[in-house]
Structures are given as C-alpha cells and as structure tokens.
C-alpha cells in the first residue's frame, strides 16, 4: 500500500521574499504523486510585493485553488478537513505574532491556529533580519506550541547556480518537514 498523499496549504504574506513562494508552487507543481491537495491564501501585500520583487503577476496563474483572505469557509479553517500541514511562506513578523498571540483575524491565520489545535504541522518560513526580542519570543511561543520556524536562510554548498536555485535549498527543506519525499542535497552524501 502506498504513502497516503497529503493535504497542504501554502499561505504567502508580505514578506519580501516573493521567490521563496513562487519556488515552492512550482515544486508543487510536480508533486502530483505526493499531493493530492494544495489550498493557497495570499495577502494583498503578498500579491504587491511578488509583482515588485518579481516583475510579474504570475500568481494569478496559481494551478491551484486560491481562497480569499478573509474566507473562513475554506476547507483549512477547520480541522476536520483533514489538512497535513500549513507551510507560511514567506512569513512576516506580523503574521508570527498573530498566530504566536492566537489571534485568528483571517484564513492565514485562523488555518495555523487549527495546525496547532490538531497537532498537525505548521512551517513559517521567516524572512527577516535583524530580529528583535519580540520576533524571537514569538518564535519561541510557536515552537512551543508545536510549530516549526524555518527561517528562509539559504544553503550554499550544493553550489547553487541561480537565484531560484538558492530559493530551493530553504523550499526542499520545509517540503520535507512537511512531509514530502525530495530529491535535494544532503550533506556528506553523493
């Protein structure tokens, strides 16, 4: 019997770091035999900042169902949709103190509040640099909740060639705490 595909939702803010979110769409993309769901919810902000630090609006041609941000109808907002895991990507501080306080104020972050609730996993691939004491508290209070920060910190050494690349070594790591099979780089193997 096979692995049981899984259920995720990609919530992209504002954060800079439109790249890190467009990456791991693609990637999705071609999952098919891994995923059999992918819900996404974007912020106004993420959509602005994606055309700015993109140059595109290719967001509008997401293969995959788009809720709106404040549609609390949405399979994710519940947990008996049976959702795997929510990955935030890229996470802005704002979003991290709203679900490290549980304040549910929109799709975002009423779907990490059920991966809480649910024991399920909720990635934030935080973008920011320097952190304050506030950031790294918030953190804290999602770790200990049963989160995972993933802050989008490249790798180098698998050499990577273009910008998309490097986006990748941070992507392929949240998909495999999510649970997904990849093919990436693995220190001190071939």
Request: aromatic share 8%; charged share 25%; glycine share 8%.
């Amino acid at each position: 019997m096979g692995m049981k595909k899984k259920k995720l939702v990609v919530a992209i803010t504002g954060a800079s770091g439109a790249i890190y979110a467009k990456v791991l769409l693609e990637k999705l993309k071609g999952l098919s035999e891994q995923v059999e769901e992918v819900g996404v919810v974007m912020s106004d902000n993420a959509r602005e900042v994606w055309a700015f630090e993109l140059k595109n609006r290719d967001y509008e041609q997401i293969p995959f169902k788009i809720y709106g941000k404040s549609d609390f109808f949405a399979p994710f907002a519940s947990g008996s949709a049976g959702f795997d895991a929510l990955i935030v990507c890229p996470c802005s501080m704002g979003t991290l103190a709203r679900i490290a306080s549980g304040i549910s104020n929109d799709l975002t972050t009423r779907a990490a509040d059920v991966m809480l609730k649910e024991r399920r996993t909720l990635l934030l691939i935080t973008r920011e640099t320097p952190i304050n004491l506030l950031h790294i508290n918030n953190m804290k209070l999602v770790t200990e909740a049963g989160g995972i920060i993933c802050p989008a910190s490249p790798s180098f050494y698998s050499l990577p060639a273009s910008l998309e690349e490097l986006a990748a070594t941070v992507v392929d790591r949240a998909l495999v705490l999510a649970g997904i099979d990849m093919k990436m780089y693995r220190w001190g193997q071939d």
